[in-house]
């Protein structure tokens, strides 16, 4: 596979690796940008394991509680200043209300708002904004008590980044936890429930980085262990320092609250989505030259 500028310019700001490291990286792991990074850290020449998730697309999450039941959803635009606009909001607030009633996405769509369904109100919008949206996701989590957080707000419950906390216990130390999750984004509530292939790549990340110090095996042992701990704090809401009190866990001081957190949901607008980077400059030239 071809090695181009642009992959290599996204795997150093990714991971803040040196511009022959990168090309370096791509071209053993034949243009794969995950197998790149992961590469990059067994070498020691990642700065940080940054996600490449990063935002891309545009619109906006909106949440909504109703008794012991959230839900999020997410729904795309093209633009920003989609996203500030009144009639959109108002179609996703529509949108979030009617989402309180159904259990997938897929329900979603097919639901009616006003004798429309929800995909045919996307399509409407669509031909009156002038852009192209999409409803993207769902997701919805039960509880004795549910409670959402917004964080950079463009309405009322909704922005670019939603949070709901199911709990029993304290609403207000759940609020709270709610505003840790919007700020570190945890992989998962602990680390029963994490993704068993995200476990053993980090662990075979750390295996690799452990033999390239050539120590005797019985001391990598200890070390991957080590390692693995600290991973599992850093990726699991309960192992993680509490925002609002770093010198606990999660897990500590919910349990000074007299709270357990059951669940968590957190979309964050254009996770995961891949944005055609435009170079600005090329564009005038090519316009330029008629």
């Known amino acids: 596979m071809a090695i181009t500028a642009a992959m290599v310019k996204e795997l150093r700001e990714s991971t803040g690796a040196g511009m022959m490291d990168a090309k370096k990286a791509l071209t053993e792991t034949d243009g794969d940008m995950e197998a790149a990074v992961d590469w990059l850290r067994t070498k020691g020449l990642a700065k940080a394991a940054k996600k490449s998730g990063r935002t891309a697309a545009e619109g906006l999450v909106a949440v909504k509680v109703a008794g012991g039941v959230g839900i999020a959803v997410e729904i795309n635009s093209e633009t920003d200043f989609v996203a500030k606009n009144a009639d959109f909001q108002a179609m996703v607030a529509q949108i979030a209300e009617t989402a309180t009633g159904v259990q997938t996405i897929d329900d979603l769509k097919v639901a009616t708002v006003n004798g429309k369904t929800v995909a045919d109100l996307?399509?409407?919008?669509?031909?009156?904004?002038?852009?192209?949206?999409?409803?993207?996701?769902?997701?919805?989590?039960?509880?004795?008590?549910?409670?959402?957080?917004?964080?950079?707000?463009?309405?009322?419950?909704?922005?670019?980044?939603?949070?709901?906390?199911?709990?029993?216990?304290?609403?207000?130390?759940?609020?709270?936890?709610?505003?840790?999750?919007?700020?570190?984004?945890p992989a998962a509530l602990n680390e029963a429930v994490l993704d068993p292939a995200i476990v053993e790549k980090e662990r075979q990340v750390q295996i690799d980085i452990a033999r390239e110090s050539g120590k005797p095996d019985a001391v990598i042992e200890k070390m991957i262990v080590g390692r693995m701990a600290k991973f599992m704090a850093e990726v699991t809401l309960m192992g993680q320092s509490f925002v609002m009190n770093p010198d606990l866990t999660v897990e500590a001081a919910a349990k000074d609250a007299g709270t357990e957190i059951i669940g968590f949901v957190r979309l964050e607008v254009g996770e995961g989505i891949e944005k055609r980077e435009e170079d600005f400059a090329a564009e005038v030239a090519k316009v330029a030259q008629g």
């Open 122 to 185: 996307v399509t409407d919008k669509i031909a009156t904004i002038g852009e192209n949206l999409a409803l993207r996701r769902m997701a919805r989590i039960e509880g004795d008590g549910v409670v959402s957080y917004v964080h950079n707000a463009a309405a009322d419950g909704m922005g670019k980044i939603g949070v709901l906390v199911a709990f029993k216990g304290d609403e207000s130390f759940a609020r709270q936890v709610a505003m840790h999750v919007a700020a570190t984004n």
